[in-house]
């Protein structure tokens, strides 16, 4: 059995890393098993990939597509093209994609014209919001995968809803808590943390860089100024996506208690943010991230495809309004902010889950 695993960004590879692991487990005496690592090149900065993989433990990949592309539309393309040759050299009997990123729809496009079956990872969660590349892709994903692993019994039930029939659900749990959990013991506190003074509690972290929230200069002016003046002088340490840092200095921002540094690796960011009175974000997967370290989590989008985290967890939807952020600080900084809980099957064995299904189904 062949495996080709698929990886293209950021997300992708605290995904993969607990499969990979598993997969290499899995090894040991079938040597009819194997798998291939194909990292697209979607994301790459030294931060997001060597690094990254060091840290997580994460073999370097049998090969680098080095794919980009100045528009979704090219690197899509790009994508396309560098994996149809890749598979056609190194054939498949299964092709793995995890989350939504345009590397995920690319390649199960191209692996399902090849006849190839893929298996999506992270399948059937929705926003419901077209105006999300990540929604289309998971939307055209899902619609020609083979098999689909599921982080909830809601994501199950949004592709039931498409007719995909429950022989090709499996419900297994969250291959990113599974890293979380993995790692949360070689956390690293980062130099920033001595250089800063920062104390347990006492500071918040915060992600921003969907383009709804940061495109528009005086939109992310407004956000600044009301988190800097709710957040009571805490200090705001807030890594920045290199998009984000461009358009914040452009559009010369200045809020006292807000410290833009650069990105950081995935065991130091974890540690800022285990350790943090509160996280405010816009990404999906730090949701889930934190409802697992039972950090409150601020979300500034109107709708989220993780509404476990919000139901179960420690998550709130803010919204895209900066004015309704002060709301959100006064309950938390008040101690009103909600208790949350794990849910069902966020317990470091997702990939088990998986690995054991696709022997079953490709034994």
């Known amino acids: 059995m062949r495996i080709t695993v698929v990886a293209g960004a950021r997300p992708n590879f605290i995904k993969i890393a607990s499969i990979i692991h598993t997969l290499r487990i899995a090894q040991r005496g079938k040597s009819w098993l194997q798998y291939r690592l194909v990292h697209t090149g979607q994301h790459y900065d030294k931060v997001m990939s060597s690094d990254f993989f060091k840290e997580l433990g994460i073999p370097k990949p049998d090969v680098n597509l080095s ?37 995920t729809l690319a390649c199960t496009i191209t692996a399902k014209k090849l006849q190839t079956k893929v298996s999506h990872v992270e399948a059937g969660i929705r926003s419901f919001d077209l105006s999300m590349p990540e929604e289309i892709n998971r939307m055209v994903t899902d619609s020609i995968t083979d098999y689909f692993f599921t982080t909830t019994e809601w994501a199950g039930d949004n592709l039931r809803k498409t007719g995909v029939s429950d022989k090709r659900i499996f419900f297994v749990g969250n291959v990113m808590i599974d890293t979380l959990i993995k790692n949360i013991p070689r956390l690293k506190q980062p130099v920033l943390w001595n250089q800063m003074d920062l104390k347990e509690q006492e500071y918040l972290i915060m992600t921003m860089h969907r383009p709804g929230n940061v495109d528009q200069e005086e939109k ?64 999906g997967g730090i949701t889930e991230e934190t409802t697992v370290m039972n950090v409150p989590c601020l979300t500034l989008r109107d709708n989220t495809e993780r509404p476990e985290t919000i139901e179960i967890g420690t998550n709130e939807l803010v919204g895209t309004d900066p004015s309704a952020i002060k709301i959100a600080l006064d309950k938390l900084f008040s101690g009103n902010w909600k208790r949350g809980a794990i849910p069902e099957k966020w317990d470091g064995m997702a990939a088990e889950r998986i690995v054991e299904i696709l022997l079953k189904l490709n034994g």
Request: glycine share 4%; charged share 15%.
């Open 67 to 103: 794919c980009r592309g100045r528009t979704q539309a090219e690197q899509t393309a790009n994508i396309m093209l560098a994996f149809e040759s890749e598979l056609l050299e190194n054939p498949a009997d299964l092709v793995l994609v995890v989350g939504d990123v345009n590397s």
């Open 220 to 283: 992310l002016k407004a956000f600044m100024t009301a988190i800097s003046t709710n957040t009571q002088g805490m200090p705001v340490i807030f890594p920045m996506h290199p998009r984000t840092r461009q358009r914040f200095d452009v559009a010369q921002i200045t809020a006292p208690n807000i410290y833009p540094i650069s990105p950081l690796g995935y065991l130091e960011f974890n540690y800022l943010v285990k350790h943090s009175k509160a996280v405010i974000t816009d990404s």
